[in-house]
């Protein structure tokens, strides 16, 4: 587990986006160490957000601008 304050102004649905993408980067370090030893890798991630959960399922679409960077972020620690 993780845990962690990223600050007072912020909203649940950035909450959820900032602990994904955060999951990612950990995740994508890890990655590089399991393939390095040469064993397999496998991660499932689970979410409670119905925005940024449809939004990557590409249900919704990104209307709000901080939303959109942090959706782009995603995008671009894992291509979907």
Same mark, same amino acid.
Not at 25 to 34: G, H, P
Not at 39 to 60: G, R, T
């Given at each position: 587990?993780?845990? =962690?304050?990223? =600050?007072? /102004?912020?909203? %649940? ?5 900032? &602990?994904?993408?955060? &999951? @990612? @980067?950990?995740?994508?370090f890890i990655k590089l160490? /399991?393939? #390095?030893?040469?064993? %397999? *890798?496998?991660?499932?991630?689970? &979410?409670?957000? /119905? +925005? @940024?959960?449809? $939004?990557?399922?590409? #249900?919704?679409?990104? #209307?709000? =601008? $901080?939303?959109?960077?942090?959706? %782009?972020?995603?995008? %671009?620690?894992? +291509? *979907?």
């Amino acid at each position: 587990y993780i845990t =962690g304050n990223i =600050g007072k /102004e912020c909203t %649940n649905n950035t909450s959820e986006y900032m &602990a994904l993408i955060i &999951a @990612m @980067m950990v995740m994508d370090f890890i990655k590089l160490e /399991e393939i #390095k030893s040469e064993n %397999n *890798f496998n991660i499932n991630v689970y &979410a409670d957000s /119905e +925005l @940024m959960i449809n $939004h990557i399922l590409k #249900k919704y679409k990104v #209307k709000s =601008g $901080h939303i959109s960077l942090l959706y %782009n972020t995603v995008r %671009n620690i894992y +291509l *979907f």
